[in-house]
């Protein structure tokens, strides 16, 4: 029940973020096509360093199996989701940012906070896996897929900032390198600023719609059902059954964070590539909104089940 009521409070905190983008948009304090230079700087600035600092922790055996059962958890997650949604593409007719939105999660901006309040500042380690996962996917999968585009350009993808971070991240993990203070309280303050600006972009992104009209469309309610619950559930069966295996003696709570970050809200980031890539920005902004008000009652809910079920 302390994890429902601490999870309910910063999805409602996130959502007073939204309103603050919206509110600043409204007031004319910038235009909603302002939020295009922030995006920019949230993807190439802020997400790399929260990659790479995020790896700043002690290296021990028993941290290392635990990063590998929660790495081959997200990519088990992962594998669900695109097949699911690859399977559902054609019957229900859905266009590239529903099907992004559907595959990705809003797992960094969320779940970090959350795993450190309930569980422990030591288990945001494990949220590492799932990000390690989707930094990977959606700086391949996700540009070709928001992008609009079967182009493979790899020496472009490796050298993208995200990925570049993740090697190097990892690599001082495995190395025992632990960077000056003074750089890491950098990384850790740009880093930071990932939640809340995220949110903020996306209030800012739906400034200039009406609300009247993002409330009374019908696709990303369905798109909200697929993301929210139906996805989990599954999820919650599966990752149940594992848990109850003994394959590591904290695999109970080391999955519940990969779960935490698969039964997330649709993905910032899918607006923000959306903004880069001159794809349909709004409408990922009305999924993720509409993902976020709903979630306060499903992630809750989600959880509960598997912990019935574990």
Not at 98 to 121: D, M
Not at 228 to 244: G, Q, S, W
Request: proline share 3%; charged share 10%.
């Amino acid at each position: 029940m302390e994890l429902s009521i601490l999870l309910a409070g910063q999805i409602i905190t996130m959502f007073l973020y939204v309103a603050a983008g919206y509110a600043s948009v409204k007031a004319g304090l910038f235009k909603s096509e302002d939020s295009k230079v922030l995006s920019n700087m949230m993807v190439y600035i802020c997400s790399p360093c929260m990659i790479i600092y995020s790896f700043q922790i002690e290296l021990s055996k028993d941290k290392i199996q635990g990063l590998l059962l929660a790495i081959a958890a997200a990519v088990l997650v992962h594998a669900l989701f695109i097949i699911g949604t690859a399977l559902l593409r054609r019957p229900l007719n859905l266009n590239r940012i529903e099907r992004a939105s559907l595959i990705y999660t809003n797992a960094g901006n969320l779940v970090i906070p959350l795993v450190g309040a309930v569980l422990g500042i030591e288990w945001v380690f494990y949220t590492n896996a799932f990000n390690i996962v989707q930094t990977m996917l959606i700086w391949t999968h996700g540009i070709s897929l928001i992008g609009n585009t079967e182009e493979k350009d790899y020496l472009k993808i490796l050298m993208n900032p995200n990925i570049i971070a993740t090697i190097a991240g990892f690599f001082f993990f495995a190395a025992r390198i632990h960077i000056p203070e003074i750089v890491g309280n950098c990384l850790e303050g740009l880093g930071t600023m990932i939640g809340t600006a995220g949110m903020f972009v996306i209030g800012m992104v739906i400034g200039n719609m009406d609300l009247k009209w993002v409330f009374t469309r019908k696709r990303p309610y369905f798109v909200c059902f697929i993301r929210l619950i139906l996805f989990p559930a599954v999820t919650a069966v599966i990752f149940a059954v594992i848990a109850r295996m003994g394959i590591h003696k904290d695999a109970k709570q080391i999955l519940l964070v990969v779960f935490l970050a698969s039964s997330s809200t649709a993905a910032a980031m899918v607006t923000q590539l959306a903004q880069i890539y001159d794809a349909d920005a709004k409408y990922a902004s009305v999924i993720n909104v509409m993902s976020i008000i709903f979630c306060i009652i499903t992630m809750p809910l989600m959880v509960m089940l598997y912990d019935m079920l574990a």
